[in-house]
T-cell receptor
Framework: NAGVTQTPKFRILKIGQSMTLQCTQD?????MYWYRQDPGMGLKLIYY???????DKGEVPNGYNVSRSTTEDFPLRLELAAPSQTSVYFC?????????????FGDGTRLSIL | DAKTTQPPSMDCAEGRAANLPCNHS???????VYWYRQIHSQGPQYIIH???NNETNEMASLIITEDRKSSTLILPHATLRDTAVYYC????????????FGAGTILRVKS
């Protein structure tokens, strides 16, 4: 099982450019999440999805967009990259909606905006 | 939302048990306690979770006090590869299954 796969692993963007961070999971999980982690800090939730076609904002959604057209994929879009979006981005997924289901994380995308 | 308090760092000798404490005095009755860890440059890794009873799996044991206001993660025989940041998290109901990550505890296992 691949689990949660994120691409690319590294990316450098110029200010104002756009890009999509890809996330796919092969565990048939309903819930998917995007977090960002700034240096020396804990993770902060950007967006999450409880199933295909349903998304909702987390703690820090500004500057990002998401879509969930399939159960497997949950891409994160940056429309106008800003230096404040330099961070490590983690995608996660979990099964069903039970409060005791652990989240499984990908290895992250390291993004630098210059 | 229940918050957690963890010591910023701890050291442990290789081969000894590592006991990582966590306070969560405002936890509500239906909230679980989760432990994750993050080894440098990798995604967070799930370790264990529990509600009321003590739990054990192949990685660790979780001891939760009877009043549920604190817990301890035990790595029975720490190795150098267990050096990581350990996060104690109480599941927040507001955003579905959202996890709120604090600063965690940096565990350094030394030979």
């Amino acid at each position: 099982n691949a689990g949660v796969t994120q691409t690319p692993k590294f990316r450098i963007l110029k200010i104002g450019q756009s890009m999509t961070l890809q996330c796919t999971q092969d565990m048939n999980h309903n819930y998917m999440y995007w977090y960002r982690q700034d240096p020396g800090m804990g993770l902060k939730l950007i967006y999450y999805s409880v199933g295909a076609g349903i998304t909702d904002k987390g703690e820090v959604p500004n500057g990002y967009n998401v879509s969930r057209s399939t159960t497997e994929d949950f891409p994160l879009r940056l429309e106008l990259a800003a230096p404040s979006q330099t961070s490590v981005y983690f995608c996660a997924s979990s099964y069903l909606s039970g409060s005791n289901q652990p989240q499984h994380f990908g290895d992250g995308t390291r993004l630098s905006i210059l | 939302d229940a918050k957690t308090t963890q010591p910023p760092s701890m050291d442990c000798a290789e081969g000894r048990a590592a006991n990582l404490p966590c306070n969560h005095s405002t936890i509500s009755g239906n909230e679980y306690v989760y432990w994750y860890r993050q080894i440098h440059s990798q995604g967070p890794q799930y370790i264990i979770h529990g509600l009321k009873n003590n739990e054990t799996n192949e990685m660790a044991s979780l001891i939760i006090t009877e009043d549920r206001k604190s817990s301890t993660l035990i790595l029975p025989h720490a190795t150098l590869r267990d050096t990581a940041v350990y996060y104690c998290i109480v599941r927040v109901a507001k955003y579905g299954n959202k996890l709120v990550f604090g600063a965690g505890t940096i565990l350094r296992v030394k030979s």
